[in-house]
């Protein structure tokens, strides 16, 4: 068995080895095309203005973009994993944030005060705007919920916040009927019992475990132990920049922190964690955003281009970030890092990542096949409408398709007709024979081919898509090349899986995954730069294809060691915490 196992890895990988070498040797017969009319850059007079091209103010532009690049690629991401673990330092990182983000703000300001505004009415100034006004409100949060003591360690090993709030009103004379009608002659739940501490509830005068002792009415005792700064000052220390801890400026805060009921905290923590969630993606937007603001790409019709492009290779894009998130153990709690489940009181039903995948590709053909025909709206569907709509139909089917062989209860029904085979009870067979009855070992884990097969048919259909220009041509291949390469790779994921599924709940970090990773990401960057204006600005730039593809190359790498690092910033994080404990 083992001996064929290894044989039947050796074709696969033989196989996915040749389809990775057209992409790997893609440029030597693609540079021999030769050059259309498409390919050459127009004159200058008839290529609009750029900020790419306009010298005036270079270096405030530059240091904009190097700042922005500084907050949101390498400060904020640490800081949401630091958040999400509830770290001391989320404030410590958030305000550096704030303040390399404010500085790059005022150079933006400086430069769109001096310079002409070429592209009139864009996206990116209004949506920067936004996304700072996102992050500073929930740094504000943040440290209102610190002075409150919600992510105090106390608070959180006592239990939710709205659990811990002693104002909830309860009327005296409400607890004086309730100390009528029910007697006391046990003592307090946080009393443990042992009476050799001091100043415990056993050595108290108001103890209720002797029956000596006055009644003590129940009004006078606190339901709950409030929270009170003073209970935690090393951690109020550690976690407060000391401007905050004492002054002025501290007892205001600690007096707005004061006046929220357990309600409008419940509001507060939940946008707050929504944020720490959304806030890398509305990001990523925004950086798209002031790339096309720069290059003055997809004005007028061309918009239509420019969002079938981009958000479809943000899509893939991200859908590589999962994957290397996977990979490195993150959603490892839900068995998505390629993991048995860990078991926990109160276990609900979770989807599967294949599920999720299934039904992302799902919903992305269902929203967008309305959404082919509006570059030629109020016009005939043309052939290539229509070619772009069978691959959303695709999507569609793949997706329903995925969803329905990640159901448990197709499964089921799939296999009443073996059950109904079944005359025997289990008792009468042999020990070699039950085997026979239990599920395979596979079951409990996801092997649908079906996300990486949909994936890997548009990356075939894109590569031999006819385009206008060598250039664009070439690009397209390039990206439909990474897709096929990363479909295969998850290929090779699903037979290591088969061959040998997981045993523990430890991410067993399949290395095909990387290699999945790797071609999502730059496929889908080469993806976006595959729309029709953005070729035609490296036409005008003079640009080759390899040039955006080496380029590419080498920031996701950078971007892939950047990922793991950030993922082990957050497990450092939960580890010096739980030591706080």
């Keep these: 068995m083992k001996t064929l196992a290894t044989s039947f890895l050796t074709v696969v990988a033989s196989v996915a080895v040749l389809g990775l070498i057209p992409t790997a040797l893609a440029h030597g017969d693609d540079m021999k095309m030769e050059k259309g009319e498409a390919d050459k850059p127009l004159p200058e007079d008839q290529y609009p203005p750029t900020y790419f091209a306009l010298a005036d103010h270079r270096t405030t532009i530059y240091g904009h973009i190097a700042l922005m690049v500084l907050a949101w690629v390498f400060i904020l991401p640490p800081a949401v994993m630091l958040s999400l673990a ?169 007096k707005v922190a004061g006046m929220m009921s357990s309600t409008v905290w419940r509001g507060f923590m939940f946008a707050y964690n929504v944020v720490d969630r959304t806030i890398l993606l509305l990001g990523f937007v925004t950086i798209c955003t002031g790339v096309i603001t720069y290059g003055r790409f997809f004005e007028g019709h061309e918009i239509f281009s420019g969002l079938a492009h981009w958000i479809k290779g943000g899509i893939f894009f991200w859908l590589g970030l999962f994957t290397l998130g996977r990979w490195a153990g993150s959603f490892g709690e839900l068995g998505w890092a390629w993991n048995v489940r860990p078991k926990q009181a109160g276990q609900n039903w979770r989807p599967s990542a294949e599920f999720v995948e299934s039904f992302l590709i799902f919903f992305y053909g269902s929203t967008n096949i309305f959404l082919e025909h509006l570059g030629n709206w109020g016009g005939e569907y043309s052939a290539q409408d229509l070619e772009h709509i069978s691959i959303t139909v695709l999507f569609i089917g793949g997706g329903l398709f995925g969803m329905l062989v990640e159901s448990t209860r197709i499964r089921e029904l799939l296999n009443v007709t073996v059950s109904d085979a079944v005359q025997t009870p289990e008792s009468t067979y042999r020990d070699e024979e039950r085997s026979e009855l239990r599920e395979p070992e596979t079951y409990p884990f996801s092997m649908n081919p079906i996300p990486a097969l949909v994936i890997l048919l548009l990356g075939i259909m894109m590569s031999s898509h006819t385009q206008e220009s060598m250039i664009s041509s070439m690009i397209h291949k390039q990206w439909g090349q990474l897709l096929t390469g990363a479909s295969f790779a998850r290929g090779l994921s699903y037979v290591l899986t088969y061959l040998k599924p997981p045993k523990s709940i430890y991410p067993s970090r399949p290395p095909t995954e990387i290699l999945t990773s790797f071609g999502l990401l730059s496929g889908g960057i080469i993806f976006m730069a595959s729309a029709s204006d953005t070729v035609n600005g490296m036409i005008h730039y003079e640009l080759d294809a390899m040039f955006m593809y080496t380029v590419t190359m080498g920031l996701v790498g950078l971007l892939m060691a950047w990922v793991i690092i950030v993922v082990a910033i957050k497990g450092w994080a939960v580890g010096k915490e739980r030591m706080r404990a």
């Design 86 to 254: 509830r770290s001391r330092y989320t404030l410590a990182a958030q305000f550096a944030f704030a303040a390399v983000n404010g500085v790059g703000l005022l150079l933006g300001t400086v430069y769109n005060a001096s310079t002409p505004d070429l592209y009139p009415n864009n996206a990116h100034h209004k949506l920067g705007w936004i996304v700072t006004w996102i992050v500073g409100a929930q740094a504000l949060i943040g440290l209102l919920a610190r002075v409150a003591g919600v992510f105090s360690r106390k608070a959180r090993l006592a239990g939710p916040s709205h659990e811990r709030q002693s104002f909830i009103p309860v009327s005296t004379e409400a607890m004086a009927e309730h100390e009528s009608c029910y007697p006391r002659d046990s003592r307090f739940s946080n009393d443990s019992g042992q009476g050799t501490e001091r100043h415990t509830e056993s050595l108290r005068s108001h103890s209720l475990s002797g029956t000596e002792s006055p009644p003590i009415p129940m009004r006078d005792v606190p339901l709950h132990k409030e929270f009170q700064p003073h209970d935690d000052d090393d951690d109020f220390e550690t976690h407060m920049p000391k401007v905050f801890g004492s002054g002025a400026a501290g007892s205001a805060l600690r």
